[in-house]
């Protein structure tokens, strides 16, 4: 049985104004930091083998975060993880979207990264980290859009009507059976 921790970065300032992030590569603001310290605390009391990051700076800080509290090494960093592509909207609040393209605008090609092929990376780059390293508990810290295409993917039944949170852990198992979720959006510790 092999267990991963799904994890969305810690806050940023676009976060906090609403913007599409993408492939923005935005650093944490200090409530992000915040929240991963937070994370980090939660899970010492777990045991987690590898640590591992998407390859934009607001994930890979929070995972430099827990790293440093686990005293796990960075396994290292996985584009195929990185947030889906935000296209002309990147940057943009949802104001700002209809005052630029109207209010149809989510009808329209913004040249977003589709589902389908992100949910394919992301399957893709969660298989990988399993088969690296079967029986094993591992984190891996992305984002939250790759992360409910991902997850899509892997555990099809799943309702992801709910948007992971900052610093939300998502724990999924793979066993002989294939995928199954135990902990979807886990935010209990930023309530502690």
Request: with cysteine; glycine share 12%.
């Amino acid at each position: 049985m092999t267990r991963i921790g799904l994890i969305r970065h810690g806050s940023t300032l676009w976060n906090q104004e609403g913007r599409i992030q993408g492939h923005t590569d935005n650093p944490l603001d200090e409530e992000g930091f915040r929240q991963a310290a937070v994370l980090a605390e939660r899970l010492s009391g777990e045991s987690w083998d590898y640590i591992y990051s998407s390859d934009m700076l607001r994930a890979r800080q929070t995972a430099e975060v827990i790293a440093g509290r686990l005293g796990i090494p960075l396994a290292g960093l996985i584009p195929g993880i990185r947030e889906m592509n935000g296209g002309l909207i990147e940057g943009t609040t949802e104001k700002e979207r209809i005052e630029r393209f109207g209010s149809g605008w989510k009808t329209m090609d913004m040249k977003l990264e589709s589902r389908d092929l992100a949910q394919q990376r992301g399957v893709r780059a969660v298989e990988e980290v399993a088969a690296r390293h079967p029986g094993r508990n591992v984190l891996i810290v992305s984002h939250g859009a790759i992360l409910r295409s991902t997850l899509t993917g892997l555990v099809p039944s799943l309702d992801l009507s709910v948007v992971l949170k900052n610093t939300s852990i998502t724990r999924i198992i793979r066993d002989a059976g294939g995928w199954t979720c135990e902990l979807y959006n886990g935010v209990e510790h930023m309530n502690e």
